[in-house]
Every structure is written in structure tokens, then in C-alpha cells.
């Protein structure tokens, strides 16, 4: 189990206000200390929202990337 704030939802990261820097450096934070890290059964709980793991968010990774949000 992983307790993450409002650094990542199901969905997505956390709202980073638009600003293409701030989402390239939470993005980058969140995939490298921890789906890089932590396996996919790894239990999310989010700032506000229902829990996730990382298995369910992990695929989509590149279209959050993509998106920019």
C-alpha cells in the first residue's frame, strides 16, 4: 500500500494547473520512485477518491504522457 496525496489518481496524475513543466516533472516523479519501484498488486490511495493499484494505471501511462494531464 501506497498513500500518494494528490500526486496520482486513477486516471492520472495530479492537476499540475496546465503547466507542461509542472506535469513533465510530477509525471517524471511519479513513474520513476513508483511505478518504477513498486509492483503492480501495490495498493494506491489517492488524496480524495477511490483506490487504485498500479496494474490497473500502469497502462496507461504513455496516454497520460501524451494527454499532458
Do not use: K
Not at 45 to 56: F, R, S
Amino acid at each position: 500500500m501506497v498513500i500518494l496525496g494528490h500526486s496520482l489518481f486513477p486516471g492520472g496524475v495530479g492537476n499540475t494547473g496546465g503547466d507542461p513543466e509542472r506535469f513533465e516533472s510530477l509525471f517524471t516523479d511519479v513513474v520513476e520512485r513508483v511505478f518504477d519501484v513498486l509492483p503492480d498488486d501495490t495498493v494506491v490511495h489517492p488524496g480524495h477518491g477511490a483506490p487504485t493499484t498500479l496494474g490497473a494505471e500502469r497502462p496507461s501511462l504513455g496516454s497520460w504522457r501524451d494527454r499532458g494531464w
